[in-house]
């Protein structure tokens, strides 16, 4: 796979013909082994080529888009939704041209930071199934102080809806009333309910990083770029 311009995940040449609307797998399949899609001059006769940066694909003749895969960081503002449509709330892909991404998870409405987005929907379920771990850090404040026990507690499990046992997550302390978390898992306002379960209650939460990859700090909330080659291999090696 690869990615928009400037990632390097490599995708087989039938995705892209699908990516680009010329039929279904098994359609696409059949354009690519009855001679009719060529990369540069040569026909190409396997689905499974794998496309290169520099490849460009024509299907009789016409070119079409041979990067239709793009991959964004956003820094997520504050009372926005990570949704493609909304009819009360302002919504991410309000802030982007290209519509035809979404969010990869999602973020509560008062939460910044960290969202990825793209229209890759292979790569965004694989990132999003419980058992590939994908790391989330958060960047938390607290109204009460973070008690050094914590660190312990966040380690061996904290309990949250009465009965569940979150897997065990990383707790560093930047100061009393504020610390890192890491999670493998992301349950629904899973930060502000490991927090409650301590009698605890978060007034600001901000992810850091995703997959690996680190916030951009340039990006001003609601500002969005392509993840870069460098950020891709991480997500890449990520899933491997
Ligand atoms: N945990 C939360 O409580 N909220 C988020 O937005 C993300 C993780």
Avoid: W
């Amino acid at each position: 796979m690869i990615a928009g311009e400037e990632g390097i995940l490599i995708k087989y040449l039938y995705l892209i013909l699908m990516k680009n609307q010329l039929g279904n797998a098994k359609q696409c399949k059949n354009l690519i082994k009855k001679g009719h899609v060529f990369i540069h001059e040569q026909c190409i006769y396997d689905p499974y080529y794998l496309i290169k940066k520099e490849d460009k694909i024509y299907v009789d003749g016409n070119s079409i888009n041979a990067h239709p895969f793009q991959y964004f960081m956003m820094n997520k503002p504050q009372g926005y939704i990570c949704a493609s449509y909304d009819k009360e709330n302002p919504y991410l892909l309000q802030l982007m041209k290209e519509k035809d991404c979404y969010c990869v998870g999602r973020l509560d409405k008062d939460t910044t930071g960290f969202v990825l987005l793209t229209n890759d929907a292979s790569l965004s379920k694989k990132l999003l199934l419980p058992q590939n771990h994908v790391e989330k850090v958060y960047q938390v404040k607290t109204k009460y102080p973070i008690f050094k026990n914590y660190k312990t507690l966040f380690e061996q499990g904290i309990i949250i809806d009465k009965t569940y046992l979150c897997q065990p997550a990383k707790l560093e302390m930047i100061d009393s009333y504020q610390c890192h978390v890491t999670l493998h898992e992301g349950k629904y306002h899973q930060v502000k309910k490991m927090f409650m379960s301590l009698s605890n209650e978060v007034v600001s939460l901000k992810r850091i990083s995703f997959a690996g990859i680190l916030l951009d700090e340039s990006l001003q909330p609601g500002e969005y770029r392509h993840l870069n080659e460098e950020e891709m291999t991480i997500l890449e090696k990520c899933l491997r």
